[in-house]
């Protein structure tokens, strides 16, 4: 899990870069992820077990998966095209918290309050990372929490089909339906002329490399998560998500040129913190 949150925030960066210096739609940023994740998965499939390999006890489920983590995933890069990042994850990092509450809800875990309170121990630590401006609080913040609900639904429904289907297969089928959600944005879109959901052909090399470097991301890191979803219980891993906030600390610095502060360093400090807690409480359970 850890893994995975520190390669899925690159995916952000690339896509803040592709959509305001290279003109490229985030809908067409989230569909070209997906066809290629279910493209790429395909033949890694077929090499290993031809198409009975494709088949799974879950397949309308993982669709669903893809559906919701398509809509997810497209929904919060129209909000980092407007928005700045770093607001939009501290508005997004609520989602573990939902996911707790859910996996108490629909999965019938435990969720005492320990866990709870080193979420919440995480959450604020993210917050003193990326300190938000209260401006952010509009209605485009709206999109960045529409983004935490799906993909907390998400989550939990991976934590559902883990236990039956096997991660190649499962994101497979995910990436399916990331690519009919994804095609059916476009074509509204399309017909009603909305920019962020029209279709746009990466007009030069570099914009088709980092296309191609968003799909690897995404297809390892979701691989990594539905690993992790199928071994333990969805309210261990949750405020693991917020090792995200690492990764964006340093690509802030490499990419924007923004050095941590004091007080950034101390925000890594408690989120680290908080989940080496749940980790080590865990195993001595």
Known sequence: MVAAMLM????????????????????TITWTRFAGQALLLLIVILARGGFPALRGRHVGLNLLRGMLVGS???IFFIAIKYLPLAEAISIFFVEPLIVLQLSALLLGEKVGWRRNLAALVGFGGALLIIQPTYEVFGPTALLPLATATLFALYLILSRKVGQADGPLVMQFWSGVGGFAVCSAFLLAGSALDVGDLALTVPGNGFAVLWLAVIIVLATVSHLLIIVAFSRAEASILAPFQYVEIVTLTVAGYLVFGEFPSPVKWLGIAIIVGSGLYIFLRERRR
Do not use: E, F, T
């Open 8 to 27: 899925a925030p690159l995916m952000d960066v690339l896509s803040k870069i592709l959509s305001n210096r290279h003109g490229v739609s985030p809908v």
């Open 72 to 74: 997810a995933v497209s």
